[in-house]
């Protein structure tokens, strides 16, 4: 959840194990044609693979731009399980800008 400073008891192994459980019975009515996850670090790529026995992530959609940082380590994670990486706000620029960082 987004609010997982505010209530780090929301943001467990545990819980997201319960909820990628849930998207993949609703997988197994043919209710969705495919599910993924949002802002997943390779710990929690980990920890839903550990219960994913209908099916894998599809897809793991990341704010990804020039000032995001250095992500690379989930873009590997996410090839190695074969997870497509999408990047949201890809347009978006450097989070703080000063002149002289332009071309």
């Not at 192994?13 to 043919?30: N, V």
């Not at 992530?57 to 074969?82: L, T």
């Amino acid at each position: 959840p987004s609010d997982w400073k505010e209530s780090p008891d929301r943001a467990t192994p545990e819980r997201r194990q319960e909820e990628w459980k849930a998207l993949q019975d609703i997988y197994a009515t043919g209710q969705a044609r495919s599910i993924g996850i949002s802002h997943y670090c390779p710990r929690h790529i980990d920890d839903v693979l550990r219960v994913s026995d209908i099916v894998t992530p599809s897809v793991n959609q990341v704010e990804y731009h020039v000032g995001s940082g250095d992500i690379d380590h989930v873009i590997e994670k996410c090839r190695q399980h074969n997870i497509t990486f999408m990047s949201f706000s890809s347009l978006c620029g450097p989070c703080e800008y000063e002149p002289q960082d332009s071309l």
